[in-house]
């Protein structure tokens, strides 16, 4: 089994900063992908960003271009999502998910292990 913890929401007003980030335990693969997740309330989950974690390849959703970054820590075995500019409608309970395999995943199916959730407010 995979233990994915978030940390690092919380209430920020319009045009500020947070980093997220996700420590993972427990079971390991030669390959990785590793992805955020956002679901705001009443709509469904939608994706973020995607790392892969061997060639640190990255890829993002439009909305969030040249605003958050994606990165990883193979030290800390921790993936963080560096969140600029942010937005009231960046507002959201905001998920880490991880898979085996190496591609830039972006559907919430294509991924196996979840964490629980951190809740980012942008006030305006």
């Known amino acids: 089994q995979v233990q994915l913890v978030e940390s690092g929401g919380g209430l920020v007003q319009a045009g500020g900063s947070l980093r997220l980030s996700c420590a993972a335990s427990?079971?390991?693969?030669?390959?990785?992908?590793m992805g955020w997740f956002r679901q705001g309330p009443g709509k469904e989950r939608l994706f973020v960003a995607v790392?892969?974690?061997?060639?640190?390849?990255?890829d993002y959703a439009d909305s969030v271009k040249g605003r958050f970054t994606i990165s990883r820590d193979n030290a800390k075995n921790t993936v963080y999502l560096q969140m600029n500019s942010l937005k009231p409608e960046d507002t959201a309970v905001y998920f880490c998910?991880?898979?085996?395999?190496?591609?830039?995943?972006?559907?919430?199916?294509?991924?196996?292990?979840w964490g629980q959730g951190t809740q980012v407010t942008v006030s305006s």
């Open positions: 998910a991880l898979r085996e395999g190496s591609r830039h995943y972006s559907l919430t199916g294509d991924y196996h292990y």
């Open positions: 427990g079971r390991t693969f030669s390959s990785r992908t």
């Open positions: 790392i892969s974690w061997t060639s640190g390849s990255t």
